[in-house]
């Protein structure tokens, strides 16, 4: 449904955002957490097993918050973001993001001509809100959009500047989990290649007019990473909160659970 973007405007104001992954593709899950008050909410279609319509209603459950709905797109499919797009996304982040041809690819299939490339429906779909406010919606074209773009290479990093030159991308987001596998060492984020590079295109980030994302991983953490110059963390999963609250109460009361088990027996 369109409105104000309410995580761009937070980012406007130079406040820092804090982020939850949505694995589950519950939308439960998902007006739980919009409720409890995270800036935004990331639906994972990379590596999530949710659709374009489970993504609606999604985005449905949180409604009536201020948490933004992010899509990560699987690639960098003109086709899927103009069908995310309309579904209503507030926010896209598209991986591997690597060359600025390819970035200025996203920020094309993300704007109506002559702007951009989009194919346009705006008068009916869900982004216009079914075209109740579909003149106010093409009027914006993109504006209340945030797009990021992920930077999880070695030659994303070879290619910093030209990246980062690229107009209409608001944010660049640091995956270091596949940047530590582009260094041939996948989940060693101690390794020196790795830190350096990680270190490199954060300053190049923080020194430009963008906004620097990224995922705790390791000993990081959010607090040291908005220390750093981080805008927005995504540092929180449904599935990973779900699975770790689960171990540890198991770890907790797992025996008096064995217990009275023994004697039902």
Known sequence: MYRHNPLKQHLHQGQKALSCWLHLDNPVAAEILALAGFDALVIDHEHGPGSINSAISLMQAMNGTSCSPIVRVPWNDRI???????????????????????????????????????????PLVRASSYGLEAEQYLADNGRELLIICQIETVEAIRNIDQLLAVEGVDMWFIG?????????????????????????????????NKWLGGLPWGEDTARKMFERGYDLTIGAS??????????????????????????TY
């Open 238 to 263: 449904d599935v990973l909160m779900l699975r770790d609250r689960a171990s540890e109460y198991l770890a907790e009361y797992g025996d008096v659970s064995q217990s009275v088990k023994s004697l």
């Open 80 to 122: 899927y973001l103009k069908r995310i797009l309309d579904a209503g996304a507030e926010g896209i982040m598209v991986p591997s993001v690597d060359t600025a041809e390819q970035a200025r690819a996203v920020v094309d299939a993300c704007r109506y001509p002559p702007l951009g490339e989009r194919g346009a429906a705006y």
């Open 176 to 208: 270091p989990v596949d940047l530590s596998g582009s260094v041939g060492q996948l989940g060693d984020f101690e390794n020196p290649e790795f830190l350096r590079l990680k270190q490199q295109a954060e300053q190049a980030v923080v020194a430009s």
